[in-house]
Nanobody
Framework: QEHLVESGGGVVPAGQSLRLSCAVL????????IAWFRQASGKSREFVAA?????????YNDADLQGRFTISRDTSQNTVFLQMNNLKPEDSANYVC????????????????WGRGTLVTVSS
């Protein structure tokens, strides 16, 4: 049974933008954190950003991502977005959203539910 469904990936040239969506299908949202991770071929899963469903506080892995990516949520649509601007070839990866009840963490092991991901390819 799917809890999270991602969409919005694609192939774009460097410097362009994409907006990813994560539809949250199940579960109580109170106290939830929704996060985006990414995994490039041959590399480990990397934390990108997270948002608290209640209150909307956001967290990013580093300053570079925070300067180019924006995580947001639409509570009326039960959807979390990841706006990605000025994309670089090194951003190419499968982007996956995850959900857990608690404070945001970059540790993927603490997340309870995962989507299957949406593939982003940035050409140079």
């Amino acid at each position: 049974q799917e809890h999270l469904v991602e969409s919005g990936g694609g192939v774009v040239p460097a410097g362009q933008s994409l907006r990813l969506s994560c539809a949250v299908l199940e579960g109580s949202f109170y106290g939830n954190t929704i996060a985006w991770f990414r995994q490039a071929s041959g590399k480990s899963r990397e934390f990108v950003a997270a948002i608290r469903w209640r209150g909307g506080r956001t967290f990013y892995n580093d300053a570079d991502l925070q300067g180019r990516f924006t995580i947001s949520r639409d509570t009326s649509q039960n959807t979390v977005f990841l706006q990605m601007n000025n994309l670089k070839p090194e951003d190419s990866a499968n982007y996956v959203c995850a959900q857990m009840n608690g404070e945001p963490s970059s540790n993927p092991r603490v997340y309870d539910y995962w989507g299957r991901g949406t593939l982003v390819t940035v050409s140079s």
